[in-house]
């Protein structure tokens, strides 16, 4: 079967994901994409898959979403494919152009959508900003709400998603769930070599425990609770590190949030290359992600593949998917500082408990890579396309 993607970034994960569903025995895969870079680092195109960059028109403003990508749009308008799916960037002018189009010509289409911002998420923003943001929420939700009325295939980035979608209308029996995946293979094969000690030694811990968090230096994400848990947490015990890999604005307040030996067992290890990001897993003991808010939350997928313990915010989509209570980690509330560190210190404390988790957590990793999502999609896709022939979608 044909099938044909439009999405915004070509991220790394979603390379990989491209890649091995392009080696699927039953799939002629086609994929553009809106935009060549991602989080502003241009990224190489897989060989032996049907992906490009898109030409677009237009301000180059809100991720892009007011360009507008006229041959792409002439692309699907020939209509030579079997399945095309839409994700990324819903509210785009091309992903909107495109959604009509399939709607009224009755083609096979899909959606691929992770959770979007809840409802009640309130952005550390000045009022005014807010009221805009709340603003925008609303026109987005309407947006949706029409989208996912309309779809056949309304392809869920996780639990959290479907459950989302379904509250808000869509029928239970046009939603499957399709998780992000990430190339299992590097992360649980990684070794960390002198990158352990090295950072441990940074830390001041020597053989201690060192977590890890990445992602982006952002409010969102929640690392300033990450902060005020260690703070407990460096009273308290004094084998225990943090690195943070990830850049962003908030970068300089939270290094100012720092005091004494705080400040001397919390590494700013900045950007990391995807290439050497696996290795940092491999060195931790213990995978730490407070978001606010995460449509999914990829770095749960690397950390599992890795065979770290998580402990992880119900902010994240893939909590619910990924994190098994008690079993590979501990869910906990966005900004809970009490919660947070009384969990970090449970795993800090009992290395067996943390080499149990991890089993668990790489099992998991393997069950959510790139080989077994790629097989997923292509059991909805066969399955659908056959009932799309019959009449029966």
Request: net charge positive.
């Amino acid at each position: 079967m044909k099938v044909w993607i439009w999405s915004n970034t070509p991220s790394p994960y979603q390379l990989d994901f491209f890649r091995k569903t392009a080696q699927r025995p039953g799939i002629e895969l086609s994929v553009r994409f809106m935009r060549g870079e991602h989080r502003g680092e241009a990224m190489r195109l897989p060989a032996g898959c049907d992906c490009s960059i898109a030409a677009g028109v237009g301000p180059a403003i809100w991720a892009d979403a007011f360009r507008y990508h006229p041959a792409v749009v002439r692309e699907v308008e020939k209509g030579d494919q079997d399945a095309y799916i839409l994700s990324g960037q819903y509210t785009s002018l091309t992903f909107m152009r495109l959604a009509g189009r399939l709607h009224a010509r009755g083609s096979y289409w899909a959606v691929w959508l992770e959770r979007p911002w809840p409802e009640d998420y309130r952005p550390h923003w000045t009022r005014s900003i807010a009221v805009r943001f709340r603003t925008l929420l609303t026109v987005r939700r309407w947006i949706l709400r029409r989208l996912v009325g309309r779809v056949p295939r309304l392809l869920a980035i996780g639990s959290a998603a479907a459950d989302y979608y379904s509250r808000m209308g869509c029928a239970r029996e046009r939603i499957a769930v399709l998780p992000y995946s990430c190339d299992a293979a590097r992360f649980a094969g990684a070794t960390a070599g002198a990158l352990g000690e090295r950072l441990r030694r940074r830390c001041g811990i020597g053989r201690g425990v060192l977590c890890l968090y990445v992602g982006q230096l952002v409010k969102r994400k929640g690392v300033d609770t990450l902060l005020q848990a260690f703070r407990k947490i460096v009273r308290r015990r004094s084998d225990a590190g943090l690195v943070l890999v990830g850049e962003g604005p908030e970068r300089r307040a939270l290094e100012g949030r720092l005091r004494g030996e705080e400040r001397a067992r919390v590494y700013f290890a900045g950007s990391v290359s995807n290439r050497d990001l696996p290795a940092y897993y491999a060195a931790a003991d213990i995978f730490v992600f407070p978001t606010r808010y995460d449509g999914w939350g990829v770095v749960l997928n690397e950390a599992c593949a890795a065979g770290l313990p998580l402990i992880a915010s119900t902010g994240a989509g893939a909590t619910q998917d990924l994190l098994q209570e008690g079993e590979n980690g501990f869910a906990v509330l966005p900004d809970d500082v009490e919660m947070l560190a009384e969990k970090m210190e449970t795993l800090i404390a009992d290395a067996g408990l943390r080499e149990r988790m991890g089993a668990v957590s790489r099992r998991l990793g393997e069950e959510y890579s790139g080989v077994h999502m790629a097989e997923r999609l292509e059991n909805i896709l066969s399955d659908d396309l056959a009932r799309w022939r019959r009449k029966e979608i």
